[in-house]
């Protein structure tokens, strides 16, 4: 009796773990490729976090490193789960998510030495928007593999005593029922086989009862493979789902022995595979919802998942992309680079990468990819697939071009001398620094055409029958690409060159297989100087950051242009300008208002060769002749009543020319007499944002127009005129304010050294007699203090104004600094000098008081001597007690 069952007890054994092992395999492989998409690498883990900024999602093993378990964190406050300093630094990039922004974020754990790298965005709920922020947390310390082994082998290890709860049904070759597992153990000898399925209320998934026949047990004991019959059991606990396998049981010499099924518990996995569902739904559409590229391979870089940001990225669906290799989408200039990088992860020497490399999109268009990405390593160490996230950044890339280039055209610029020699290596520059084939320059030529003035075109590629043709062409504004482009203003991009019109050369175009062109007009002070044209081989998407640099480029190049035509001008104007520089050298020496003017008309003659020329000055409400030369004018007046072109001039600052005289119906018989001229112009003077006067210059032949050189002279010297009648009048005013104190209105310092030194001079020279008094403002500090610094400085103005009608039209009254006031009285001896100086400090206004200091000159010291002679006896009027006079021994 013991021989059957023990062979039963060996056979289900058997049984049971394979078919366990079969079924966890199989639940494992949907678990490691959810893991492995989803979270992308073992350091990832992804926190949805709602607007309570509470934590609702947390999947992955990255926060590990830190210390943080799932549960700590699900359905807790972000300001919970971290210090509050931490929590607001987490919670600026999750409020940012919800309004719909992305945010990278380098993070430090808040429990051990753990780094992270945060992704936060949007995540959309379909029909409800964003209602949750999702952050993508990437571990970025070094991976401890140890750990993460022990944790697969413990997860294993729990997945298989799962497995293994199930019960276990028996019986022998009689159909006496053996069942154990639940605490009991012994035959059912009172139920027959044919009333398993009745008595155990056995029911197939869809909940019909099963027949007699169709118990498992039943069928395996009549010799039938039982492989996953799944079954309904009403029990304690509510309906039950089993999962039923088994089958006969034989002994070596093939009699049977009896049958096993093994009965797992489905009902708990049934719910937890739902939950995991809604899990998964949620997390594809997380990264379904990414605008990053999420993409994993096999060993061999074959794609194996790409999201939906894939197709957006380079135009390929993404059903066809799959299984194809990842290398055929880079560009054949990276490929060797992209292999290259890899190659230290297929050997297993470390577990990612990061490195950027060109694609081809589905148009054959080049844009720039950023990528990162991690190994799957197997049980050898080796990878079994990769995984990782690929960004665009074309339009960073695009933009360090166009820095790049415009760097470059300023280079260039400097130091060519002329833009028909910078302009082909200019377009060089372009195509190298912004990835184009051929470049061309039009211009405006004298007939109000468009023409190629130069052209490049990259080393190796034969565009002759293309350079052919646009050599031949020439277009009106409006015309063509390079007239369109110059009369919108704006970029013209053709995508295809076939389909988008405006390329007269399309024919030659489709022949050399170029497919995209674009035409950019060079402006200068808001006014077209030129079209660029760019072509390329390549599909080119219309750059929206192109423009910015080629108006900056457009503003280098009006500014170069401009440069060097100053630069022709200025060199044909040499001799101009050294006449010019000769005037205003010869009127800088004159500093008579008189002589000056005279010296301004006499060489504006000589230099433009005029017949006469006379400089016309407002002189009250009329216009007076100032100075004159060719015409003996000087002190005609003319009313400023705009009837003569010269009052008009002047009226409206704006230049007159009459080329007739004798014709134009402007002029006067009076200015024909008077000048003698054929024709003439006229210059209003402009100085200190107002119109001082008119130059007229009078030709004795007539002329058709002014020249752009004689125009420019005229206007150089009225501007030395200008320069002229303001410094005449200024020196006039420097000099009465070089002397005066502003203050008081009394000569200053400087005036007194002179006098003083004139005075003694002359004293030894005739022998006569002189005194000098210091005199100071006794307790001025204190008046300021009390009253302040203005009071202060109406007490100095009145005392000079007291002072100076008592003194002598020979003496001199000076402010010495301060409140410190000098005297020098001529032919003064000792007594006339006291009583003087007596009679100034009973004048002190303001009710205030004064001491002074007398000194009575030797006849031999000299001026400093003299000073401190006085500055020492006013210093003891001070010290005897103030408001008196002392004279010095």
């Avoid at 372009?430 to 003035?453: I, Y």
């Avoid at 006379?614 to 003319?638: F, K, N, P, S, Y």
């Avoid at 200015?671 to 200190?688: C, F, K, L, M, Q």
């Amino acid at each position: 009796m013991l021989e059957p069952l023990i062979a039963v007890v060996a056979v289900l054994a058997t049984t049971g773990v394979l078919v366990l092992l079969r079924r966890l395999r199989r639940l494992r492989a949907s678990e490691r490729l959810y893991r492995t998409i989803v979270e992308r690498a073992p350091d990832v883990s992804i926190l949805m976090v709602d607007r309570d900024l509470r934590f609702r999602l947390v999947e992955g093993s990255a926060l590990e490193h830190d210390g943080r378990r799932r549960e700590e964190l699900v359905g807790k406050l972000v300001t919970d789960v971290f210090p509050a300093d931490r929590a607001e630094e987490f919670s600026v990039p999750v409020r940012a998510a919800l309004r719909g922004e992305t945010t990278h974020v380098a993070w430090n754990g808040t429990r051990g030495h753990a780094h992270y790298a945060l992704l936060f965005g949007p995540f959309d709920e379909p029909g409800q928007g964003i209602t949750h922020a999702i952050c993508i947390v990437r571990d970025v310390t070094a991976k401890l593999d140890a750990t993460r082994e022990l944790d697969e082998q413990r997860g294993f290890l729990a997945s298989l005593l799962e497995w293994l709860s199930g019960t276990v049904y028996v019986c022998d070759a009689d159909g006496r029922l053996l069942r154990f597992g639940d605490g009991r153990l012994g035959f059912d000898t009172d139920m027959h086989p044919l009333e398993w399925a009745g008595a155990f209320g056995l029911m197939h998934p869809d909940g019909t009862p099963m027949g007699p026949h169709e118990a498992p047990l039943l069928r395996a004991l009549r010799g039938e493979g039982i492989d996953g019959v799944e079954i309904l059991v009403d029990g304690p606990r509510g309906r039950a789902a089993l999962l039923c396998s088994g089958g006969p049981v034989h002994s070596p010499d093939g009699r049977l022995l009896g049958a096993v099924v093994t009965a797992t518990d489905l009902t708990g996995r049934r719910e937890t595979e739902e939950l995991l569902r809604v899990s998964e739904e949620r997390h594809r559409r997380v990264v379904e919802s990414m605008t990053d590229c999420v993409f994993e391979t096999d060993e061999r870089g074959r794609w194996t998942y790409l999201n939906a940001a894939w197709t957006a990225a380079t135009g390929y669906a993404v059903a066809e992309t799959l299984g194809r290799p990842a290398v055929e989408y880079v560009h054949a200039d990276d490929r060797a680079c992209h292999l290259g990088a890899f190659q230290p992860l297929l050997r297993g020497e470390q577990g990612a990468v990061q490195l950027s490399h060109r694609f081809v999109t589905r148009e054959g268009a080049i844009r720039w990819a950023e990528v990162r990405a991690s190994a799957i390593s197997g049980w050898d160490g080796l990878p079994t697939g990769f995984v990782g996230v690929m960004r665009d950044v074309t339009d960073e890339q695009r933009t360090r071009q166009h820095a790049a280039a415009e760097q470059a055209v300023v280079r260039l610029l400097g130091d060519a001398h002329s833009l028909h020699e910078a302009a082909p290596r200019l377009l060089e520059v372009l195509c190298r620094d912004l990835e184009w084939d051929t470049a061309e320059l039009w211009q405006m030529g004298d007939d109000e055409r468009l023409r190629r003035t130069a052209e490049w075109t990259r080393p190796g590629l034969d565009l002759g029958a293309f350079r052919r043709a646009g050599g031949e062409q020439s277009f009106e504004v409006g015309d063509g690409l390079p007239g369109q482009a110059w009369m919108s203003r704006e970029p013209l991009w053709c995508t295809d060159l076939q389909t988008d019109g405006g390329l007269t050369r399309a024919r030659e175009a489709d022949a050399l297989e170029l497919r995209s062109g674009v035409a950019l007009p060079l402006r200068a002070d808001g006014a077209p100087v030129g079209v660029v044209q760019l072509f390329s081989r390549l599909h080119r998407d219309p750059e929206s950051g192109l423009l910015r640099p080629f108006e900056t480029i457009g503003a280098h190049i009006g500014q170069f242009m401009h440069r060097r035509e100053a630069e022709r001008r200025a060199a044909e104007q040499a001799a101009d300008l050294a006449a010019i520089s000769g005037v205003a050298h010869d009127l800088a020496a004159q500093n008579d208002m008189y002589a000056a003017r005279t010296t301004l008309v006499r060489a504006v003659r000589q230099v433009t060769g005029a017949s006469c020329v006379i400089l016309w000055e407002l002189a009250g409400e009329e216009l007076e002749v100032t100075a004159a030369d060719g015409a003996a004018v000087r002190g005609m007046t003319l009313p400023l009543d705009a009837s003569t072109v010269t009052a008009a001039v002047f009226s409206t600052g704006e230049p007159a020319f009459a080329g007739d005289l004798h014709a134009d119906r402007r002029i006067t018989p009076r200015w024909r007499e008077i000048s003698g001229a054929g024709s003439s112009a006229w210059i209003p003077v402009h100085g200190d944002g107002r119109i001082h006067g008119v130059l007229a210059v009078g030709w004795p032949e007539t002329r058709e127009s002014l020249s752009a050189r004689e125009a420019e002279l005229l206007r150089l010297l009225a501007a030395e005129a200008a320069v002229t009648i303001h410094r005449t009048a200024l020196l006039g005013s420097l000099e009465a304010t070089a002397r005066t104190d502003p203050l008081t209105g009394l000569p200053n310092r400087r005036v007194w050294d002179e006098d003083l030194e004139r005075e003694l001079a002359r004293a030894r020279r005739h022998g006569g007699s002189l005194c000098l008094a210091m005199l100071d403002l006794d307790r001025f500090k204190a008046f300021n203090d009390d009253n302040g610094h203005q009071a202060g400085d109406r007490l100095l103005a009145a005392a000079a104004a007291a002072w100076r009608p008592m003194l002598r039209a020979t003496d001199t009254l000076a402010r010495y600094g301060g409140e410190e006031f000098a005297v020098l009285l001529p032919h003064s001896d000792h007594e006339a000098a006291r009583t003087v100086v007596e009679r100034l400090l009973l004048s002190v206004p303001l009710g205030q008081t004064a001491s002074a200091g007398i000194a009575v000159w030797d006849g031999a010291e000299t001026a400093e001597q003299l000073l401190a002679r006085a500055d020492s006896a006013l210093y003891s009027a001070k010290g005897a007690g103030r408001a008196r006079a002392v004279t010095a021994v």
